[in-house]
């Protein structure tokens, strides 16, 4: 089993460009989010979906947008890439909020 | 209601200690209480989690208390050793809720 993956593993951008990072479960999870990992900052919530379909704001989410048209797949993109989302990125999928989360390998982006 | 407070830090024991992570929440809706484990360059991965009908659980050497009088819990770690060395995060939540998580504990464990 897969699990959840993320790809890009590793990537660098220059400030201005625009990305997107995908992530894929094969879990049938209905939940799944985007948090970003800073040195010192634990896990902050980015955007999350409850289904497919649906996405809602997290804590920190200015700067980022998702879209969650398969059940299985969550994108999160970076429109304008900042020197200050340069981060871990790392994607979570769940059955229900009170269930397991499941994460995926982290992806490290520079933003240079 | 979402706040969750995480202590300590950071905690260093020497291998054969207890330590002991604390987490404090504020909404009294939650009925998942589980701790992560994070080591660098993984992700998280559930470590253990305990429901609110019960006020301790036991998975091999790791234990969690549950007060929800005092709304906490704690993380034990019996014997510790170097291999529990790793960033461990709380994560309470309930069934329709996002999941927010602790800001992490980094814990050494000293051969």
């Known amino acids: 089993n897969a699990g959840v993956t993320q790809t890009p593993k590793f990537r660098v951008l220059k400030t201005g460009q625009s990305m997107t990072l995908l992530c894929a479960q094969d879990m049938n999870h209905e939940y799944m989010y985007w948090y970003r990992q800073d040195p010192g900052m634990g896990l902050r919530l980015i955007h999350y979906s409850v289904g497919e379909g649906t996405t809602a704001k997290g804590e920190v989410p200015d700067g980022y947008n998702v879209s969650r048209l398969k059940k299985q797949n969550f994108l999160l993109g970076l429109e304008s890439a900042a020197p200050s989302q340069t981060s871990v990125y790392f994607c979570?999928?769940?059955?229900?909020?009170?269930?397991?989360?499941?994460f995926g390998q982290g992806t490290r982006l520079t933003v240079v | 209601q979402q706040q969750v407070k995480q202590s300590p830090q950071s905690l260093i024991v020497q291998k054969g200690g207890i330590p002991i992570i604390n987490c404090a929440y504020e909404?009294?809706?939650?009925?998942?209480f589980p701790w992560y484990q994070q080591f660098p360059g993984k992700g998280p991965a559930l470590l253990i989690a305990?429901?609110?009908?019960?006020s301790e659980k036991k998975e091999g050497r790791f234990t969690i208390s549950f007060n929800k009088s005092a709304k906490q819990f704690s993380l034990h770690i019996m014997d510790s050793q170097p291999g529990d060395s790793a960033t461990y995060f709380c994560a309470p939540a309930r069934g329709a809720s996002k999941i927010i998580f602790g800001s992490g504990t980094r814990l050494s464990i000293r051969p």
């Open positions: 305990i429901r609110p009908d019960v």
């Open positions: 979570a999928s769940s059955y229900k909020g009170n269930t397991e989360a499941f």
């Open positions: 909404n009294t809706a939650f009925d998942y």
